[in-house]
């Protein structure tokens, strides 16, 4: 009994350690900009926390790439989401795949596409959008912004 006790009691630790453990680890994210599609692959554990292994968005349906401040991207709703740790997976007609980062590459989608906007963190949000960007240029019938 006293070893079931002692289990129990252990679970709430347990869990504490692994929402520390969520502070410190960043996204795991793949983006490829292909010449019919932006892909983005979630990695490792992050393949588990958004339930996705893929999302491919048409070329022809980004309307914009930029890169925000969190403040500025709408507040999740359901999904997985521990404010200020982690958020991640669908939420609405939005994906989120993003730990405590402040600085967000926030792609949006016109009508029509499987995701109105993906809120994705990247260790380097600025050379993920310049890259992003580089290759989308080079599809005449699209422009970011």
């Known amino acids: 009994m006293s070893s079931m006790l002692l289990a129990l009691a252990a679970i709430p630790i347990v869990m504490a350690a692994a929402l520390l453990a969520l502070m410190k680890v960043p996204t795991n994210l793949q983006l490829t900009v292909t010449e019919t599609a932006l892909v983005v ?3 490792g554990l992050d393949r588990w926390w958004t339930r996705r ?10 309307a914009a790439i930029r890169i925000a401040p969190r403040s500025e991207a709408l ?19 939005t994906f989120w795949d993003v730990r405590r980062g402040d600085q967000l590459l926030i792609i949006t989608c016109l009508p029509g596409a499987e995701f ?3 809120v994705l963190q990247f260790a380097n949000p600025f050379s993920t959008l310049a890259r992003t960007r580089t290759v989308l240029s080079r599809h005449p019938e699209r422009a970011t912004h």
């Open 41 to 43: 692959e979630p990695q």
């Open 53 to 62: 292994a893929r999302i491919e968005v048409p070329v022809s349906a980004i």
């Open 116 to 118: 109105a906007t993906l």
């Open 75 to 93: 507040p999740p709703r359901g999904g997985l989401h521990v404010n200020g740790i982690i958020t991640a997976g669908a939420q609405g007609d």
